[in-house]
């Protein structure tokens, strides 16, 4: 009997601290090897990311970050990061970078997890990140994928909120 209250005990704070024991921080955003916490509200890239954002991960290492999240919210994210100067600008002649990916391939930098960026992709930077990848849709090159996987990696060196 002593036995079973004790599996029970033991089971029960597993189950309360299952989040804190499987993913850093207790973040099941955070990827493996993360070594800053980053705040419940990320700002990536200078811009908080749109309100609709899903499947968010991100991985710090060494005063750099990388966050990758799906939205259908991504031109206007863009413009809030000084990315581009409004959403018509999107795909005007020298913002639109071909990543070098063959179309259909997938790329997941370094730390990160989660599902990778899918090729063909749009490349940017802003003033406050050094990259911004953005999925294209496969079947035109002026059109965004819907929803867009994006992957933001910047400096980050203030963790509060």
Not at 9 to 35: E, H, I, K, N, Q
């Amino acid at each position: 009997m002593t036995v079973l209250a004790v599996v029970l005990v033991a089971g029960g704070v597993t189950r309360l601290f299952w989040d804190d024991l499987m993913y850093p921080f207790g973040d099941p955003r955070a990827c493996d090897g993360s070594d800053v916490a980053l705040p419940a509200a990320i700002k990536a890239g200078g811009a908080l990311l749109p309100r609709d954002a899903t499947d968010v991960r991100y991985y710090t290492h060494e005063g750099k970050a990388v966050v990758s999240f799906v939205s259908d919210q991504v031109p206007d994210y863009l413009v809030r990061t000084g990315s581009i100067p409004d959403t018509d600008s999107l795909f005007a002649d020298e913002s639109v970078v071909k990543y070098g990916m063959a179309p259909g391939d997938t790329e997941l930098p370094k730390g990160l997890c989660g599902a990778g960026l899918r090729a063909p992709a749009w490349y940017g930077g802003a003033p406050s990140a050094e990259t911004i990848l953005v999925e294209r849709s496969p079947l035109g090159s002026e059109t965004l994928r819907s929803p867009a996987r994006v992957q933001v990696t910047f400096l980050y060196t203030d963790p509060a909120p």
